[in-house]
């Protein structure tokens, strides 16, 4: 059973609107999340995290939500480029050994000029 | 960029035949990964290793091995390959502040075609 699901397969959005990206997770022991940006062809790229003790991190044009009660965290990327055109993963780590990320089943977004 | 190399990159192999994919890191940091990533799963974890000789299973380890004899090289072998296994294979790295909670670092990937 899939503890991170990123429930939209896909999302296309006009250049210069917002873009949301959302993720849902269902182990309560997670306690860290990241998103994560992959090409084609190339490896995840890290973009933003947030721990648990925080509900709202920003980084330019990216911010991401983290609403622990629902167990639910979003991205947020406002305006959109179409240089942000990119399949987006959802990660979480708990108090576990190792450091390991679970991932979710990811988010193709697609940016329109 | 994080000093991860993966060898090889592309790799065409028939059922039944052993594979080694290599994994190298510059940053000499102490957690290594490697990851599969498939279709509707996102990237999910096959092993890991938290120092030179220790290492654990992840999610998906069945049909897996790796070693690691030392801190920048983590081997992903194959024993004997199934078409199930076709993926691509990514390796990562990560350097945990105060114990956890840090980002991972991936490797460009191995895209491996079992046939």
């Known amino acids: 059973d899939q503890q991170v699901k990123q429930n939209s397969p896909s999302l296309s959005v006009q250049e210069g609107r917002i873009s949301i990206l959302n993720c849902d997770y269902t182990n309560s022991m997670f306690d860290y999340f990241l998103w994560y940006k992959k090409y084609p062809a190339e490896g995840p790229t890290f973009l933003i995290s947030i721990s648990s003790i925080k509900d709202k991190n920003e980084d330019g044009r990216f911010t991401v939500f983290l609403n622990k009660s629902a167990k639910h965290l979003s991205l947020h990327i406002v305006p959109s480029q179409p240089g942000d055109s990119a399949v987006y993963f959802c990660a979480a780590s708990g108090p576990y050994a190792g450091n390991m990320l679970t991932f979710g089943g990811g988010t193709r977004l697609m940016v329109k000029p | 960029d994080a000093g991860i190399t993966q060898s090889p990159r592309h790799k065409v192999t028939e059922t039944g035949t052993p594979v080694t994919l290599r994994c190298h890191q510059t940053?000499?940091?102490?957690?290594m990964y490697w990851y599969r990533q498939d279709p509707g799963h996102g990237l999910r974890l096959i092993h890991y290793s938290y120092g030179v000789k220790d290492t654990d299973k992840g999610e998906v380890s069945d049909g897996y091995s790796v070693s690691r004899s030392k801190t920048e090289d983590f081997l992903l072998t194959l024993e004997s390959a199934t078409s199930s296994q076709t993926s691509v294979y990514f390796c990562a790295i990560s350097a945990p502040k105060w114990g956890r909670d840090t980002e991972a670092f991936f490797g460009q990937g191995t895209r491996l075609t079992v046939v």
């Open positions: 940053e000499n940091h102490r957690y």
